[in-house]
């Protein structure tokens, strides 16, 4: 089997096909991985999929295991919290994680299980063919260079929202859909917050919002925690979807300078990170199609959505082990991908076009839309606390880590 891009998607997929004895090797575009990125949650289905992988312990030894997630109004008075992963009844923990860091736990394991041969650097798939039995990829050195094609029985391209495979089957398709939303982001020591292990979601995009969160403990062996920011405010189209354009502070520090609260000095926070990386949001429409007999995509290839309900990362890992079971219940090939499409194409879909309407900061924007962007004296004279938990149940339902709904699924591989 061949595996295009190593990323979520492509290393636990890599992973999941040695759990059930099927060869590959992947293929990923960059001369050297390295441990980029700020960053990310995983989330308990997610989780629950990596534990079966045995990677608990790694994540643990990188990772906060985050207890809650509160959300504030931008003047820093609370509105409401949730339990997260265990304290919630999860089974499984929720993971507040470096995005290098959960590479790295996902590459390590590659390596040691599969052996150093088992993923390719500097290998960008430009196209792909087939016959009845088999499917060739064809690739370029990042110099633009041909390389030698590379044959599989089935290909899984998981390279990403640019991706060539993706733009082969769907030509048409045309420049990813910006949301009219531009995250800066960053991470810096600092002193815990809260509960120590608190995603807190803070403002909202017309007057600049706020996710802060801690992603390693002691840092500095002074018990300063890395703690991750993630600061959104509505802006222009932007001239390129570059993930690694430094922001200048001027574009996005104002709207947040006098967040002075009481459980965090916003500015403090915000002054400590350098550099601060310009991230526009944006997605893709939902496909109608993924799969082309003997090829198929998955990830952020498939389905790319923003960032707004911590799914993205953990939607890429369901279909890495959804598929894997497929194939380990069908066999390798064509109809393994059918199945896996017709599950996941359909759950993914509804999770980017979630993230669009109604994340889990919707209930920010009903606090900012029904206060007048006010002060309130009771939260409960704004929104009853039975509207802010249906926003999160709906959420939980549509991307598949409702604790009930988690607990009684039936295992993918």
């Known amino acids: 089997m061949i595996v ?7 290393l636990v997929l890599a992973l999941s096909l040695h759990e059930i004895g099927v060869d590959c090797r992947v293929y990923e575009a960059v001369p050297e ?3 980029l990125g700020v960053g990310i949650n995983l989330l308990p289905h997610a989780v629950r999929e990596l534990d079966q992988l045995g990677l608990l312990a790694a994540l643990d030894a990188r990772a906060v295991r985050t207890k809650d997630a509160s ?5 820093g008075q609370h509105i409401f919290t949730e339990l997260a992963g ?3 009844g999860y089974p499984w923990p929720q993971f ?3 995005r290098g860091d959960m590479q790295t736990v996902f590459l390590d394991a590659v390596l040691d299980r599969l052996g150093p041969d088992s993923v390719v650097t500097g290998h960008r798939c430009v196209r792909v063919e087939q016959d009845s039995g088999s499917v060739t990829a064809h690739f370029q050195d990042p110099d633009g260079a041909e390389l030698p094609p590379v044959r599989g029985s089935i290909l899984v391209a998981c390279d990403g929202i640019h991706s060539a495979v993706r733009g082969q089957f769907h030509p048409d398709e045309g420049d990813p859909v910006y949301s009219g939303l531009t995250s800066y982001r960053a991470a810096a020591p600092f002193p815990p917050f809260l509960s120590g292990a608190n995603t807190a979601r803070i403002g909202w995009m017309d007057v600049g919002k706020l996710i802060v969160y801690p992603i390693r403990d002691d840092v500095d062996g002074e018990g300063r925690q890395l703690v991750n920011f993630v600061a959104t405010l509505k802006r222009p189209h932007p001239n390129s979807y570059s993930w690694t354009k430094e922001a200048r502070p001027q574009d996005w520090f104002p709207p947040f300078a006098d967040w002075h609260f ?3 000095d916003v500015p403090e926070l915000l002054r400590s990170a350098d550099p601060v990386l310009v991230f526009p949001m944006v997605d893709r429409d939902p496909l109608d199609r993924w799969t082309f007999e003997r090829a198929t995509l998955a990830g952020d290839a498939a389905h790319p959505m923003t960032p707004r309900g911590s799914n993205g990362a953990g939607q890429a890992i369901l279909d890495a082990r959804f598929l894997a079971g497929r194939l380990k219940r069908r066999g390798v090939g064509p109809a393994a991908l059918a199945e896996y499409e017709a599950t996941r194409l359909p759950a993914t879909a509804d999770v980017v076009r979630m993230n669009r309407t109604n994340p889990p900061d919707a209930i920010l924007r009903e606090v900012y839309e029904r206060s007048g962007d006010k002060p309130f004296d009771d939260i409960n004279d704004v929104i ?3 509207e802010l938990r249906a926003i999160i149940d709906r959420y939980r339902e549509v991307a598949g880590f409702d604790v009930e709904q988690l607990k009684r699924r039936p ?3």
């Open 4 to 10: 295009v891009g190593a990323g979520a998607a492509g």
């Open 33 to 35: 991985l390295a441990p």
């Open 71 to 75: 959300y504030f109004n931008r003047f």
């Open 86 to 88: 265990e304290s919630a």
């Open 96 to 98: 507040s994680i470096h």
């Open 262 to 264: 009481d459980w965090l």
């Open 384 to 386: 009853p606390a039975s």
């Open 411 to 413: 295992s993918f591989v």
